[in-house]
Structures are given as C-alpha cells and as structure tokens.
C-alpha cells in the first residue's frame, strides 16, 4: 500500500478532528490548523512531484499555490489600503511569474493541468465564500488546505470502493470538491430534524420549519443561532436568509421594544464536522457520480 495516500488521509482527518471539536465549543476554529494542514499538503505535493519522475521545475508550482493560501490565513491591509502596500504586490508577481513559466514551458503536459486542478479549486472555494454559499471562513480555509493536501483521490488496494473510471475524472470532479459536495449531503439531515423537531412542539408554519425553530429571545441572546426575524418599518419581517453581523444584540433589542418574546432562528451548523466526517466517507466510498460515468 502506498504510503503517501494514507499519510494524506490520516493527517488530514486528525487536523480535521481537532478543529471540529473547537468548532463545536465556540463555532471558530484557529488558523493554526490550516496553517499546519497547508503546509503539510505542500510537503507531501513536493514529494509527490519527486516520486512521479517529472520535471523537477515543476517544485515551482508550489510558489504560486503556497502564496495565494497563505494570503488567505495573512491580516494584512490591501494592496492600496491607505496607500500602496508593495509586499503583497511583489508576491502576487513572483506567483505569477512562476506560474506563467511553468504553462509556457509544459501547457501541452497532462501532468500540469492535473496540478492546476488545485488552483481551480481554490477560485471555486473562493467564489462559493465571496457569494456565502460556504459560510464560515474557517470552512474556506479547511476546504482551500484540503484543497493542497488532496490533489488527487486517496487509492488503496481495496478504496474506494466506487473506482474511479478514467484518470481525468478525478481532474474534473477533484477531490477536495467532493469532500464539500458530501458535507452537503450529511447536512441535509439538519432540515429533516428541524422539520420533526417543529411537528413536535406544533409550529407547522412552511417553509421556514425546515430552516428554523422557535426560540426566546434572551435564551437566543446566548446561543449559536442566526435571527431570522427582524424589525422593519411596518413591523416584524421573517426571512430564511440570515444577515451577516459583527453582533445581533441590536436586532434582539429591536426585537424586544416591539414586544416580541420568540422568535425563528437557525442554528448556526459547525460545519468543519460534516467535512470531517466528509474526509473519511469520500475516501471509503469514492464519488457516488462515478457510478454514472463508464
């Protein structure tokens, strides 16, 4: 058995593990665990260039894709915040140069783009999180460093057990996508309990009981939910698609002068636990779109 693909899958889910457990205390997760993931990913993809016999060169491709992740883990201010910043700038150039170098010297190469699979992703991820399709910014990083340590699909002798069909379907399905695409799939179990949850305590009212449940406004004041009702001119408004705050406390006040005692919320889901979850079953089972594809 190969040792790298275990590596992969056994470091990825123990960072994993750790920092869904500080996901489910305090719904945040520390940056240390991508930095570490990341970093780990990068190792493992030099060494995986080196045992593939390719072009040396082809180290290069780490510069671009250890710049543009650790960007995402760096608090620094804009490119011309408060006037020029030129250290990202120079490193956003030498990203680019490298990059540029390697498709001008390989673009005709298969091995390259099975690379550039990384970097794609990274753009999805990024686009998923600018449009809060993916929520929570440590959920973009865990996804971005599973993204490095994931170029390929983790093969056993006997795993998974869907095969994959040819080579270039794990290039177009990678992943570090089908990692997310499963987390999606556990979570689905989240509406079926609400909507059970709310037949049970007699609040029917569609379709927002499969997005939320009752709850006191102080007792909401501590709890990890989103409000999904808010005061507006003409009264309370109920909505399925939480606004993103620093604080909530002047919604709940809001709420309070009115009147209101309860109101709908939802619960703001750890969802590092389902991608950790995601990291073994996609390993095991493989991609279910797969049993589609001959």
């Given at each position: 058995?190969?040792?790298?693909?275990?590596?992969?899958?056994?470091?990825?889910?123990?960072?994993?593990?750790?920092?869904?457990?500080?996901?489910?205390?305090?719904?945040?997760?520390?940056?240390?665990?991508?930095?570490?993931?990341?970093?780990?990913?990068?190792?493992?993809?030099?060494?995986?260039?080196?045992?593939?016999?390719?072009?040396?060169?082809?180290?290069?491709?780490?510069?671009?894709?250890?710049?543009?992740?650790?960007?995402?883990?760096?608090?620094?201010?804009?490119?011309?915040?408060?006037?020029?910043?030129?250290?990202?700038?120079?490193?956003?150039?030498?990203?680019?140069?490298?990059?540029?170098?390697?498709?001008?010297?390989?673009?005709?190469?298969?091995?390259?783009?099975?690379?550039?699979?990384?970097?794609?992703?990274?753009?999805?991820?990024?686009?998923?999180?600018?449009?809060?399709?993916?929520?929570?910014?440590?959920?973009?990083?865990?996804?971005?460093?599973?993204?490095?340590?994931?170029?390929?699909?983790?093969?056993?002798?006997?795993?998974?057990?869907?095969?994959?069909?040819?080579?270039?379907?794990?290039?177009?399905?990678?992943?570090?996508?089908?990692?997310?695409?499963?987390?999606?799939?556990?979570?689905?179990?989240?509406?079926?309990?609400?909507?059970?949850?709310?037949?049970?305590?007699?609040?029917?009212?569609?379709?927002?009981?499969?997005?939320?449940?009752?709850?006191?406004?102080?007792?909401?004041?501590?709890?990890?939910?989103?409000?999904?009702?808010?005061?507006?001119?003409?009264?309370?408004?109920?909505?399925?698609?939480?606004?993103?705050?620093?604080?909530?406390?002047?919604?709940?006040?809001?709420?309070?002068?009115?009147?209101?005692?309860?109101?709908?919320?939802?619960?703001?889901?750890?969802?590092?636990i389902p991608l950790t979850i995601s990291v073994?079953?996609?390993?095991?089972?493989?991609?279910?779109?797969?049993?589609?594809?001959?």
């Amino acid at each position: 058995m190969d040792a790298v693909p275990v590596l992969r899958v056994a470091f990825a889910f123990i960072i994993m593990l750790a920092a869904s457990r500080s996901d489910w205390k305090s719904r945040t997760a520390s940056d240390t665990y991508w930095f570490v993931l990341g970093i780990f990913g990068m190792i493992l993809l030099a060494a995986q260039i080196y045992l593939d016999g390719v072009s040396p060169l082809y180290i290069l491709f780490l510069v671009p894709v250890g710049i543009l992740f650790l960007d995402t883990l760096w608090d620094r201010k804009g490119m011309f915040e408060e006037g020029l910043n030129p250290v990202p700038i120079v490193l956003y150039i030498i990203a680019f140069v490298a990059l540029a170098a390697l498709v001008a010297l390989y673009w005709q190469s298969a091995y390259l783009w099975q690379l550039m699979s990384i970097l794609f992703i990274f753009a999805l991820i990024i686009l998923f999180y600018q449009f809060n399709i993916i929520k929570g910014g440590a959920d973009a990083k865990a996804l971005l460093a599973l993204s490095i340590v994931f170029p390929v699909y983790p093969v056993f002798d006997f795993l998974p057990l869907i095969p994959i069909p040819v080579d270039v379907a794990q290039y177009l399905f990678p992943f570090s996508f089908l990692i997310l695409f499963d987390a999606a799939l556990i979570t689905i179990v989240v509406p079926i309990g609400l909507f059970i949850y709310n037949i049970s305590k007699g609040d029917t009212r569609l379709p927002v009981m499969f997005f939320g449940y009752r709850m006191s406004v102080s007792e909401a004041r501590k709890k990890f939910v989103w409000p999904l009702e808010y005061i507006v001119e003409g009264g309370r408004k109920l909505t399925l698609f939480p606004k993103t705050m620093d604080s909530y406390d002047e919604v709940y006040d809001e709420l309070e002068k009115s009147g209101a005692e309860d109101l709908w919320v939802t619960p703001k889901i750890p969802f590092l636990i389902p991608l950790t979850i995601s990291v073994l079953f996609s390993t095991i089972v493989g991609n279910l779109i797969f049993l589609f594809v001959r």
